[in-house]
């Protein structure tokens, strides 16, 4: 049981390029989130989904978008980088809403990108 | 607009003793109050959540507190250890927000020997 695994670990791009950051979690868990930290921060939402199909945007969605084809891929793909995208980006997933259980987000790793 | 606030980026406690960790929040939709640890190079690791119906959650030696008129949560941690020596969040959540987590922005934690 892997949990929730990122690719890349590292990452470096130059302004303009686009890259998609993969996630995949082996939990058969119907919520995926993907947030980003910068440095002194707080973790901030940039999408979320609640199942197969379906996404919505979180707190910093511009300059990103997702799909989730799968229950277990939630792939976030960045089109055109900014050097104000260099961050950390971790993928997490959910079976429920913690407001109901006491179930709670498992996180990956993470992936550190430089834009520059 | 920061809903969630940690005032303190650092800690530092000797072994043994007691940790306090600080969290202030401004939403009063707010109802699931979560604390995750984070190691270096590591996603964050959930460690202990409250519900707004309850005012005290403990687990072994960590123990989260809430004063909702006060719009505040601690987490003690007593004894401190070594391993304790982490990030942690803080993090709330409302429970029609399909568990969208807002993050504090992390108190840093030492414990030194």
């Known amino acids: 049981n892997a949990g929730v695994t990122q690719t890349p670990k590292f990452r470096i791009l130059k302004i303009g390029q686009s890259m998609t950051l993969q996630c995949t979690q082996d939990?058969?868990?119907?919520?995926m989130y993907w947030y980003r930290q910068d440095p002194g921060m707080g973790l901030k939402l940039i999408y979320y989904?609640?199942?197969?199909?379906?996404?919505d945007k979180g707190e910093v969605p511009n300059g990103y978008n997702v799909s989730r084809s799968t229950t277990e891929d939630f792939p976030l793909r960045l089109e055109l980088a900014a050097p104000s995208q260099t961050s950390v980006y971790f993928c997490?997933?959910?079976?429920?809403?913690?407001?109901?259980?006491?179930?709670?987000?498992?996180f990956g790793p993470g992936t550190r990108l430089t834009v520059l | 607009d920061q809903q969630v606030k940690q005032n303190s980026p650092s800690l530092s406690v000797q072994e043994g003793r007691i940790s306090i960790l600080n969290c202030d929040y401004t939403?009063?939709?707010?109802?699931?109050f979560l604390w995750y640890k984070k190691y270096p190079a590591e996603g964050p690791t959930f460690l202990i959540s409250?519900?707004?119906?309850?005012d005290k959650n403990e687990d072994g030696r960590f123990t989260v507190f809430l004063n909702k008129s006060a719009k505040h949560l601690s987490l003690h941690i007593v004894p401190s250890q070594p391993g304790d020596s982490a990030v942690y969040f803080c993090?709330?959540?409302?429970?029609?927000?399909?568990?969208?987590?807002?993050f504090g922005q992390g108190t840093r934690l030492t414990i030194n020997p």
């Open positions: 997490a997933s959910s079976s429920q809403p913690s407001g109901i259980s006491t179930d709670t987000q498992y």
């Open positions: 939990m058969n868990h119907n919520y």
């Open positions: 989904s609640v199942g197969a199909g379906i996404t």
């Open positions: 939403n009063s939709m707010f109802d699931y």
């Open positions: 409250i519900s707004s119906i309850k």
């Open positions: 993090a709330a959540e409302g429970l029609m927000r399909a568990q969208k987590l807002v």
